[in-house]
T-cell receptor
């Protein structure tokens, strides 16, 4: 059974600081996704990582994937308040099965 | 505009009632999913469908049923057998390749 673990689950940081969220998974997969969820809202797709070594950046967020280590990271650079949200990683366990599994989420609060 | 639409946004159910949540997409996606999210928690997969007239159970299918008679539609019925149905329900869809999932706005179900 595929397990997806994120850490930390809660993260409070000050504006301007850097931090990394980690996503570990237990089964071979080369497809990983990062989503953002604002309180009471749906999920917004941030990044799609489709191969080992993939790195994608959008603004102050950068995501990477190491399929050998079964690890993805979401790095936050010079955080701003607008980044406050819950971030989820999700993993597809096999190429043909579309039963994506989500981590528990990291609730990020950026304080001024 | 292409997208995925869930209705209703809020739904109240009496004890012992069955209720059906609607999910429609016009993205021409083959795969569709239902997730449940409890407060402060991640997403748990209820059911998914890779193609019309076929669907598979996810991690928490008990007390739920689905149908996939049309490519565009994947309704979820919460039956009276689901003992704790109060939650936020999210529907998603994706293509069968490069399966980034797109989410609807969610239905918040409350048992009264």
């Amino acid at each position: 059974e595929l397990k997806v673990e994120q850490n930390p689950l809660f993260l409070s940081m000050q504006e301007g600081k850097n931090y990394t969220i980690y996503c570990n998974y237990s089964t071979t997969s080369d497809r990983l996704y990062w989503y953002r969820q604002d309180p009471g809202k749906s999920l917004e797709s941030l990044f799609v990582l489709l191969s080992n070594g993939a790195v994608k950046q959008e603004g102050r967020l950068m995501a990477s994937l190491d399929t050998k280590a079964r690890l993805s990271t979401l790095h936050i650079t010079a955080a701003v308040h607008d980044l406050s949200a819950t971030y989820f990683c999700a993993v597809d366990p096999a190429f043909l099965n579309n039963d994506m599994r989500f981590g528990a989420g990291t609730r990020l609060t950026v304080k001024p | 505009d292409g997208g995925i639409t869930q209705s209703p946004k809020y739904l109240f159910r009496k004890e012992g009632q069955n209720v059906t949540l609607s999910c429609e997409q016009n993205l021409n996606h083959d795969a569709m999913y239902w997730y449940r999210q409890d407060p402060g928690q991640g997403l748990r997969l209820i059911y998914y469908s890779q193609i019309v007239n076929d669907f598979q159970k996810g991690d928490i299918a008990e007390g739920y049923s689905v149908s996939r008679e049309k490519k565009e539609s994947f309704p979820l019925t919460v039956t009276s057998a689901q003992k704790n149905p109060t939650a936020f329900y999210l529907c998603a869809s994706s293509t069968s390749m490069n399966t980034e999932a797109f989410f609807g706005q969610g239905t918040r179900l409350t048992v009264v």
